[in-house]
């Protein structure tokens, strides 16, 4: 999941040169999913597969966040948040739902900072299992609620952090493709190109398929390079700026998955537990390898964990100040801090928390839940901006740029959809599972403003959804999908 911490750095009004702006771009897209990608792409997908899965994804975010700086330019008033955009161009209730899905995908994703910290202390202390054991919920559990009154106290950012947890991040993740360059083997590499011993029978489409949600998960946050525009010198430079970061931190995500191919077996890959990047350093140079990968990515999620919390509670309050939910949410405390819904997103978090006790593989389940719930806000972001160059709202007398925003809003939407498919129809069900409730919030809102709840396209959306939760029910209680 990528790491917003490069938001507070820019919290004082500055002018920011391509090269800042660049590595604003940088900070806030790697987080703590690269650390795992060794084993998840080993569990998928051989290196064809690999390459072809990040050639996919590279493409359809990068329009993607083309898009979201075609929207701040075009649309600069809703400035709300990703919700905005969504409720301006298809109504209250689909602006609800994207900002209950970001909100949700950023709670999700709390949870799996929180697994996967107890996951890599669980190499040294077996207690912490593979970070869903009674006693990692615990100690979890205690960390959430430090953070928590932390921030209510009005500690938004700390000195210095973002600067250690951008070397915890940045420095361990070079180090670890160097040494793999040296220790390279160029046979294993080739046995694991289409997809490894073992693996035959896999089709390729199948291979690609399986990855589509990791890398969903590492890219989060790229709607985060819009944000530094006012910061910078030229307007121009944010798009410069963007495909730099997003190339740089492409072709790290690129090394960080081949590169195991050429140092071990797909299926030994598959088996290494989290974070597998440790795994991976310490097949090649020892345990010293396991500690050093270990230790950076300690400090680098419990730094974007603070980040990441006040991230998420700042979108139902400003939901709940554009009137899409309701406005006890928008209620601050004597330090300016979002309180009511700071602590709503800690409950909901400690409630995963305690799911994470009956899944089988709690990470897998928080990183593809996440990526599926994050889609959402996405496709109806991709949908605002292909909506406005077909109806060439903003595009008066200048064709030739709402022809290219089309084509790059009509990719964006494609890949949007294609990613939910990829992922499954029972990522889909379970997300219908936790919009249905949450959409109680909307009700709440409606209510207070006096209004009606749903218009009748607004309606049948509800209602699909609620058929989509209750088979998601009927499955999980049949055994037919499982957690």
């Known amino acids: 999941m990528a790491s917003t911490t490069a938001n507070d750095t820019t ?26 990608l060794p084993a998840a792409f080993g569990r998928a997908t051989g290196i064809l ?12 975010m990068l329009m993607l966040a083309f898009v979201f700086q075609t929207l701040a330019q075009r649309k600069p008033d809703l400035d709300s948040g990703v919700f905005a955009y969504a409720q301006a161009g298809f109504g209250n209730y689909l602006g609800f739902l994207a900002a209950l ?85 160029a046979d294993v590499f080739a046995a694991n190109f289409w997809g490894g011993q073992g693996y035959e029978a896999e089709s390729l489409f199948s291979q690609v398929r399986s990855t589509m949600l990791v890398t969903v998960f590492v890219f989060i946050g790229i709607e985060g390079a819009s944000v530094y525009s006012r910061y910078a010198e030229k307007r121009s430079d944010v798009g410069v700026a963007t495909v730099l970061g997003f190339l740089g931190v492409l072709c790290l995500l690129i090394m960080v998955t081949v590169l195991p191919f050429g140092i071990l077996p797909r299926a030994e890959l598959a088996t290494l537990r989290n974070p597998s990047m440790a795994g991976a350093l310490e097949f090649v140079v020892g345990r010293w390898g396991n500690v050093f990968i270990s230790i950076g990515l300690l400090i680098s999620v419990m730094g974007a964990y ?90 008066e007398g200048n064709s030739r740029k709402r022809n290219r925003d089309l084509a790059i809003a009509l990719i964006a939407t494609l890949y949007s959809i294609l990613m939910l498919y990829a992922g499954g129809l029972e990522k889909v069900l379970l997300s219908a599972l936790i919009l249905v409730p949450g959409t109680i919030l909307f009700f709440m809102a409606r209510r207070e403003q006096n209004r009606k709840i749903f218009t009748f396209g607004e309606w049948f959306i509800f209602s699909v959804t609620v058929i989509a939760a209750l088979s998601a029910f009927f499955a999980l209680a049949t055994g037919r999908i499982a957690i």
Not at 49 to 60: D, K, M, R, T, Y
Not at 129 to 158: C, E, Y
């Open 11 to 36: 919290s004082t009004k500055q002018t920011l040169t391509v090269w800042s702006l660049t590595a604003l771009v940088v900070g806030s897209m790697v987080g703590a999913g690269i650390f795992t």
């Open 49 to 60: 597969g690999a390459l072809l899965a990040w050639a996919i994804a590279g493409v359809g």
């Open 101 to 185: 899905a970001f909100w949700v995908s950023s709670c999700i994703g709390n949870v799996s900072y929180f697994v996967l910290i107890k996951s890599t202390l669980g190499e040294f202390f077996p207690i912490f299992g593979d970070g869903n054991t009674v006693p990692a919920v615990i100690v979890a559990s205690i960390i959430l609620w430090i953070f928590h009154f932390m921030i209510l106290r009005g500690i938004k950012q700390a000195a210095g952090l973002n600067t250690i947890v951008t070397i915890a991040k940045i420095v361990p993740i070079l180090i670890f493709v160097l040494i793999l360059l040296f220790a390279f083997k």
């Open 306 to 395: 603070l980040a990441w919390t006040l991230f998420a509670s700042e979108v139902p309050f400003m939901a709940a100040k554009s009137d899409l939910m309701p406005r006890f949410l928008a209620k601050e405390n004597a330090q300016k801090v979002p309180s009511a819904s700071l602590w709503l997103t800690n409950i909901i978090i400690q409630t995963f928390l305690i799911i994470t006790l009956f899944a089988q593989n709690a990470f897998t389940l928080a990183l593809e839940l996440t990526s599926s719930m994050s889609l959402i806000p996405y496709l109806l972001v991709a949908a605002f901006g292909l909506k406005l160059a077909l109806s060439r709202e903003t595009y």
